[in-house]
């Protein structure tokens, strides 16, 4: 069974960093791009960006550029989605999925989402 | 970028009847559209890809249909399990995007 299984709901302050995960299963890790989407509190979704973990191929969205950083370790089959400064707008769920397709494609399976709550 | 635009926000349906939602592209998509389905406290799930392939699992009441800008997902007769908010999502254009969402609620 293909499976994305995420790392816990995180509560940071402002100014802190965070680095969240997301881990594949039963399927070939590095022969399907990997993204990244945002939803914030009772809003719709947000496409962030997509990662291709066979060589680190890295896409953002113009809105994401700059604000998060994709990367991916092959050799653990696993994700990440980091911020160097949260804010408090950073909060939100944050769901990996699969990409099929190619560097376009359509998202499945999905995360069980993170949850990632930045509050002074 | 491409905006992709939901209506209605929310479609109320009773049990048993059909429901349409329609989903409209800013400019042309061709069939490179997506349909997911989101139920409370849940992950999305993939219903459509390539606008009327279903993915797999998914039950025939579940339709997709269009290209280019104008598309549409029917459900033929909504059970119970099927009232949550609908997103459909574009691959054609570079950054793929989603449109705002439809919930369907009970009538």
């Known amino acids: 069974e293909v499976q994305l299984v995420q790392s816990g709901a995180e509560v940071k302050k402002p100014g802190e960093s965070l680095k969240i995960s997301c881990k594949g299963s039963g399927y070939s890790f590095t022969s399907y791009w990997i993204g990244w989407v945002r939803q914030m509190p009772g809003k719709g979704l947000e496409w962030m960006g997509i990662i291709y973990p066979g060589d680190s191929d890295t896409r953002y969205s113009p809105s994401f550029q700059g604000q998060v950083t994709i990367s991916a370790d092959k050799s653990i089959s696993t994700a990440y989605l980091q911020w160097s400064s949260l804010k408090a707008s950073d909060t939100a769920m944050y769901y990996c999925a699969r990409q099929h397709h190619d560097a376009r494609g359509w998202f499945d399976p999905w995360g069980q989402g993170t949850l990632v709550t930045v509050s002074s | 970028e491409i905006v992709m635009t939901q209506s209605p926000a929310t479609l109320s349906v009773s049990p048993g009847e059909r429901a349409t939602l329609s989903c409209r592209a800013s400019q042309s998509v061709s069939s490179n559209l997506a349909w997911y389905q989101q139920k409370p406290g849940q992950a999305p799930r993939l219903l459509i890809y390539g606008a009327s392939t279903r993915a797999t699992g998914i039950p025939a009441r579940f339709s997709g249909s269009g290209s280019g800008t104008e598309f549409t997902l029917t459900i033929s007769s909504l059970q119970s399990e099927d009232f949550a908010v609908y997103y459909c999502?574009?691959?054609?254009?570079?950054?793929?995007?989603f449109g705002g969402g439809t919930k369907v609620e009970i009538k």
């Open positions: 999502q574009q691959y054609n254009n570079w950054p793929p995007g």
